[in-house]
């Protein structure tokens, strides 16, 4: 089985940042990561993508935190980060770590983690 693990998360003020941190493991099995990326959820709010990025190292943002975070990878250890910066009181919710993978199938699988809480507040 596929275990996808999100670490990092904290209090912080606005204005704060942090490094959220990926790892996904897959003992004993073939596991192909394709892309890996973070959502969130806030209270009373749709689960939203936040940012991945692909094998080959491309991007996508949400306008919201657009030019504020900053998705990275680091394929040989099967983990992905976020660093957060410039927080506001709305980025305030679950942030989930996302992974695309095959695990010897032709179609791709989502994976989540359990989710490491940001809270921003004064």
């Known amino acids: 089985q596929v275990q996808v693990v999100e670490s990092g998360g904290g209090l912080v003020q606005p204005g704060g940042s942090l490094i959220l941190s990926c790892t996904a493991t897959?003992?004993?099995?073939?596991?192909?990561?394709?892309?890996m990326g973070w959502y969130r959820q806030a209270p009373g709010k749709e689960r939203e993508l936040v940012a991945n990025i692909d094998r080959g190292g491309s991007t996508n943002y949400a306008n919201s935190v657009r030019d504020r975070f900053t998705i990275s990878r680091d394929s040989a250890k099967n983990a992905a980060y976020l660093h957060v910066n410039n927080l506001k009181p709305e980025d305030t919710a679950v942030y989930y770590c996302?992974?695309?993978?095959?695990?010897?199938?032709?179609?791709?699988?989502?994976?989540w983690g359990q989710g490491t809480q940001v809270t921003v507040s004064s």
């Open positions: 996302n992974v695309k993978g095959t695990t010897g199938g032709i179609w791709l699988k989502d994976y």
């Open positions: 897959a003992p004993g099995i073939i596991f192909s990561i394709n892309t």
